[in-house]
């Protein structure tokens, strides 16, 4: 009989307990839903009006359930005959409503979801009065456990870090030379995968200038914890001037150096200026084996990573 | 689990045991269907990924893949004429068909060997590339199945010899029959879009 | 290799786990020593083909599952909230998060439900075993041992660590060398045979062995999710067969499937493995909704509101399961277009599983809801399963997919579901149908404990994880190696526990009940609520589950049989029972071809081939075996139920 009680009240203070997450959590000002660029706003927007439908989903079931814990519980005092009805077992204008109602939520969800989708393929559109700036091109090629980012039009390659200029388009060609991995900035907008012998393509964009966190999502070995990266999204003209020096200061990208880099484990952030794409293009048939093929003996060593520990990220 | 044993119709589906067991059968095949439709499907899918290796065009050869298509397409003929004989009540004339059936099988089997064992020479193996990985699978899981078939039926024509036929020899004699003919459409499916295909492209 | 290579050494934690196995195992043969039980054992449990006996040990094993799975989440939990303490290293966290997948999903809720299925539905429709009573021990004892198999992983040889979905080419011999992803494999091939089998036999059980009169739109409920079960189970296991069989070509045989080399593609293991994964989902949770309707419409005491709807919806979702798959990898960039068909087939599903909760809301109308155990876990279901299903809509939206993959907003989604829908329904069903088992009910105090700590447990440990995926935390991590993400780790952990507390609160409960519980003297276990003919049997079930098969034309036939005075004992009917022998076959077929598989794990082909040619040979001692069963005559029928009855 206690217990009984005790259920009802607690299950009043479950969609409670969720307003109280949600505005904890706003102070925690979660990545996701802080948008830092045109594509991840997008995403932003669609998760959003998803969430309302979703909270109006919740509130109605959530009504109906716990009025009829509390009205059709058997030894509820001041239970009247009409209360029980053991034999029914349908309504056919009620069926038909609770699934027409259904079915209008899904279409109410497709459409954005079908335009956003179709949006996230294209390079983010400029907002009006401003010019449309060409994507800058970026070859983002993983390897265990490393990201190699290559500038083909500037002629530079870093790893284990990224420039990127403000208020521009980025296209990202992803890319690995081993394990499957993701690229995802999540300030910036979603992930995609990177694959040996295939090339995604992913359109991303930075509105506000800062320091992102970039990382592989998907999981791919004993240093996945360590494959992250910092986005550094900087004005045009800084941007420029990074550029300028990488490429006056930086040493080549010489083959051997970058075969050394693509043994499996853990190195620090280098920067070239030469890329790697003259030597070797990941996404092909002919070069898609070449990692596994070069340090199959490697791949046997466990590395038990602790100095992951250590990494930048932890503060 | 009814002892119920019904006077008419054909001696398999007389007790429930022989409906059911038939019964599962067809599952079982509807499963195997799904299991050959996912192996085609991997070999679509891998289709020309041949790498280094010679491609398919070079090494299928129409004659032998004509005769072993015959020989299979005949032992099917010949498995129904064994469930015909039986139907008609005659031991002799079930060992007499199914014997000749399994021959036909064998000699099936033994050509296919023979085209591994050929193609390996020429440098087309399981190993050495994703198209012959799924070409060798699929072939050779049909292959598989027509081994266990042949192993299958001779334990049965043992089991006939000594039981004659019941409600139980006659049940499995029909199943067998099911899973060789399932085995011939499998095969007539191999033979156009993998043969077919690969002497063409 | 030599023996002592192929123990796992260095670490402390898996030196325990040995120590405590051994000391178990030694405890475990002392004890069955000691009370000469081996007999026992072996006449009645290991050689059973009864379907109850069967069901029980189904049961048992998953239960002993849950608990190693739970072990493997707990020791995740504590490593994400004390992050500095070292207790797990990257490697070891990626062993643990894959067994504890694989062990939960094809090890734990599979055969729990199974399990229950094995008991419930030849009762259900008045069969008195299934159809193929060898086949169906045959399939328990290839689930066991390929679950055996799977779990020495991690003492000998080395646990697999490319995850639950073992995606290549992680997962290929080239970067994942050792016996270690061999295991999962073959453990998961060997149980897979077994699980198509019981596809097989429950169906043809359901669709065969009815009672007479009993049309398909007369069955129980929960028979009826069977029945859509099995229609998944044999469509979809063969495709993990040939997948599992791809990649076992690829690691052992050198062939090319899946690597990266002889232009291999491994995009298309993603590809089979949910072509199979998702419509196992489905396997997972469509016995669980038929639990609950079951439950529900019990202890509400009230016709469930839909019945035809609620089979309509299971055979729409049915068939949707098998066209949604591409939505476990939006992000492999297919494009646009087919990521909106994905999207769309996806949230349709959500339109069947609404109008199933809406006829649960429904049948709770105007009913007089009495709060059981089995009625609060399902219950409980409802408003859970809420939360998961709307953020399965949120993650079908490929767009938004983009940020939430991968992400733990993913990991508490299907916990969400997982959890809140096939746990609530294993504990909800073992409740209710445990006085059918066991003969006696579980304590409802003890049982309301454990409902309230894991109930409350769950939601703490996963709530808290949807807000880590929103803030960017991604799943299979190690370690907490941001700032901003360590509180809500530690309320997950402290969550977890709670759930731990609830599981052994449960355990205590069988022990409890054992010892102290009334034994059941009627077959009608829930105060006269039952509405199925599981109920009409006396309790303990008579081996022949039936002594006379009552005549069904209508849903909840049990309720017309209490107001008409009819029992499943009409001594005028009574005929000689036919029922199939007892045999040891299956578990030596299965044990050989349990050494098969552990000698293709590290590749001794010798062992291998000598287990496959013992397979092979149990095969033909099975086609030379002509024991058609006995009969149970009519007196010993009248014995064994006026004995039951009290007659």
């Known amino acids: 009989m206690k217990a009984k009680h005790l259920r009802n009240r607690w299950l009043g203070l479950l969609p409670l307990s969720l307003i109280i997450f949600l505005s904890g959590c706003g102070q925690l000002e979660m990545t996701i839903l802080d948008p830092k660029g045109p594509v991840s706003q997008m995403q932003y927007d669609l998760i959003v009006y998803a969430f309302w439908f979703m909270i109006g989903i919740i509130v109605v079931v959530f009504a109906l359930f716990a009025y009829m814990l509390i009205k059709y519980r058997e030894n509820r005092p001041g239970r009247k005959d009409k209360d029980y009805d053991p034999n029914l077992h349908g309504n056919t204008m009620i069926e038909i409503v609770w699934t027409v109602i259904p079915f209008i939520i899904v279409a109410l969800l497709s459409i954005p979801t079908v335009t956003t989708n179709y949006a996230l ?127 006056s200061e930086a040493p080549e990208l010489t083959r051997e150096r970058y075969n050394e880099l693509l043994k499996p484990g853990l190195t620090d952030k280098e920067t070239f200026s030469s890329t790697h794409l003259e030597y070797l293009q990941h996404h092909t048939n002919e070069d898609m084996g070449y990692v596994v093929e070069q340090y199959r003996d490697l791949f046997k060593e466990k590395l038990h990573l602790y100095e992951i520990e250590k990494q930048e990220t932890w503060k | 689990m009814a002892a119920e044993e019904l006077k008419t119709g054909p001696l398999e589906y007389r007790t429930q045991e022989g409906q059911m067991g038939i019964m599962g ?177 | ?172 011999a080239a970067m994942s060398p050792g016996p270690g992803q061999n295991f999962y494999l073959m453990g998961l091939q060997l149980s897979g045979i077994g699980t198509l089998a019981t596809g097989i036999n429950l169906m043809v059980t359901i669709l065969k062995m009815r009672a007479p009169g009993m049309k398909l739109f007369h069955m129980p409920i929960f028979t009826w999710s069977t029945l859509v079960t099995s229609f998944i189970i044999v ?54 909704f038929g639990i609950f309707s079951e439950v529900i419409a019990t202890f509400a005491k009230k016709r469930l509101f839909g019945y035809n709807v609620m089979v309509w919806s299971m055979i729409v979702i049915a068939l949707l399961s098998f066209l949604v798959w591409v939505h476990h990898f939006f992000t492999m960039g297919a494009g646009a277009f087919v990521n909106s068909i994905f999207s769309i087939s996806t949230m349709l599903i959500a339109v069947p599983t609404g109008v199933k909760i809406f006829n649960w809301l429904a049948t709770l109308y105007k009913s007089k809801i009495e709060f059981t155990v089995p009625m609060m876990w399902s219950l409980a279901f409802i408003p859970s399963f809420i939360l998961g299903g709307v953020t399965g809509v949120m993650l079908g939206m490929a767009a938004a997919d983009y940020q939430f993959h991968n992400s733990y907003f993913l990991i508490a989604h299907f916990h969400y579901v997982l959890i809140a829908g096939t746990v609530f329904a294993c504990f909800a069903g073992l409740t209710f149908w445990y006085p059918k088992m066991f003969g006696h009910k579980m304590n409802e105090r003890i049982g309301k404990w454990a409902f309230w700590l894991f109930f409350f447990g769950f939601h703490v440990c996963f709530f808290p994880q949807y807000f880590l995926g929103l803030d960017g935390m991604p799943r299979r991590l190690f370690i ?85 005075g009819k029992t499943t004992y009409e001594e005028s009917e009574l005929k000689p029972i036919h029922m199939p022998s007892y045999t040891a076959q299956p578990i030596l077929f299965m044990a050989l071809l349990g050494l098969a598989s552990f000698g293709l794990v590290f590749e001794w082909m010798y062992v291998a081939i000598f287990g496959l040619i013992g397979g092979v040979i149990m095969m033909i001692v099975r086609s030379f075996d002509y024991d058609d069963g006995y009969y149970v005559p009519v007196d010993e029928i009248k014995r064994t139920e006026k004995k039951a009855r009290g007659l």
């Not at chain 2, 199914?98 to 000699?107: E, Q, V």
């Not at chain 3, 040990?57 to 998953?62: D, E, V």
């Not at chain 3, 022990?511 to 609520?529: H, I, L």
């Not at chain 3, 049997?537 to 017309?560: C, G, K, M, Q």
């Open chain 3, 1 to 172: 290799m030599h023996i002592t290579d192929i123990l796992v050494t260095g670490e402390p934690i898996i030196y325990g786990a040995m120590v405590s196995m051994v000391l178990v195992g030694i405890a475990l043969l002392f004890l069955l020593t000691y009370f000469k039980k081996w007999g026992w054992l072996w006449r009645e449990w290991l050689t059973t083909v009864d379907h109850k006996k069967i069901g029980v040990m189904y049961i048992l094993s998953a239960l002993l599952m849950l608990f190693r799975g739970g072990v493997d989440a707990m020791m995740m939990r504590v490593q994400l909230a004390f992050p500095d303490l070292g207790f797990l290293n990257s490697q070891h966290y990626n062993e643990i998060f894959t067994t504890h997948g694989t062990i939960m999903i094809i090890f734990m809720a599979m055969p729990f439900l199974i399990g229950l299925m094995n008991i419930i539905v030849p009762l259900q429709i008045g069969a008195r075993d299934f159809a193929f009573p060898y086949l169906n021990a045959l399939s328990f004892w290839s689930f066991f041992f390929g679950m055996a198999l799977f779990n020495i992983s991690f003492v000998i040889g080395g646990a697999p660590d490319a995850g639950w979905t073992s995606y290549t080419p992680l997962s290929g």
């Open chain 3, 235 to 288: 469509f979809a296991f063969p495709i993990l067969t040939v997948a599992l069989a791809l990649l076992t070509l690829d690691r052992i045989f050198g062939s090319q499937f899946f690597t990266l080399t002889g232009e291999g593609m491994p995009m298309m293991w993603a590809n089979l493995f949910w072509m199979w994964g998702h419509p196992e989902v489905y396997i997972v949770i469509l016995p669980a």
């Open chain 1, 121 to 247: 393929e294209k390079p983010p559109e400029p907002e009006a009065g401003e010019e449309v700036k060409e994507p800058l091109v970026i070859h983002a090629t993983t390897a265990d456990w490393k990201w190699f980012f290559s500038y083909p039009e500037q002629d530079i390659e870093t790893v284990n870090y990224l420039h990127i200029p403000t208020d521009r388009p980025i296209e990202f060609r992803l890319t690995s030379a081993d394990s499957m991995s993701a690229l995802w900035i999540p300030a910036l907008g979603g992930q995609k995968y990177n694959m040996a012998g295939m090339r995604t393509k992913l359109y991303l964009q930075a509105d506000e200038e800062g320091i992102y966190d970039g990382r592989n999502s998907n999981f791919n070995g004993e240093g996945f914890a360590a494959q992250t990266f910092k986005v550094h999204a900087e004005g045009e003209d800084e941007f420029n001037a990074w550029v300028e020096e990488v490429s």
């Open chain 3, 480 to 564: 907490t190696n941001v700032a901003e993400w360590l509180p809500l780790n530690v309320i997950s952990t402290v969550g977890a526990f709670g759930m731990g507390l609830g599981f052994m609160v449960f355990v205590y409960n069988v022990y409890y009940s054992f010892r102290y519980s009334e034994r059941e003297t009627t077959g009608d276990s829930w105060n006269g609520n039952g509405r199925t003919l599981e109920w009409a049997t006396t309790t303990p079930v008579p081996y022949y589950n039936f002594a006379t098969v009552p005549y069904v034309d209508e849903i909840d036939p049990y309720l017309r049989m209490k107001e008409e």
């Open chain 2, 25 to 201: 059968f067809w599952i079982f095949l509807g499963a195997e269907v799904v299991l050959f439709a996912t192996l085609f499907a991997t070999y679509a899918v891998l289709y020309g990924r041949t790498a280094d290796a010679p491609v398919p065009g070079e090494l299928f050869e129409p004659g032998i893949v004509l005769i072993m298509t015959f020989l299979l397409l005949t032992s099917s003929f010949t498995c129904g004429l064994a469930i015909h004989e039986m139907r008609r009540g005659s031991v002799k004339g079930l060992t007499i068909w199914m014997s000749i059936t399994l021959a036909l099988g064998l000699g099936f089997l033994g050509f296919e060997i023979y085209e591994f064992v050929h193609y390996a020479h020429l440098g087309a193996t399981m190993q050495s590339s994703a198209f012959w990985s799924a070409f060798f699978t699929l072939a050779g899981t049909h292959g598989l199945h027509v081994t266990l078939g042949i192993g299958w039926a001779i334990l049965l024509l043992i089991q006939i010899r000594k039981r004659g036929l019941t409600n139980v020899t006659s049940r499995k004699f029909f199943i067998i029959s099911l899973y060789w003919h399932f085995l011939d459409v499998i095969w007539i499916f191999i033979f156009t879009s993998v043969y077919l295909i690969g002497m063409v492209l």
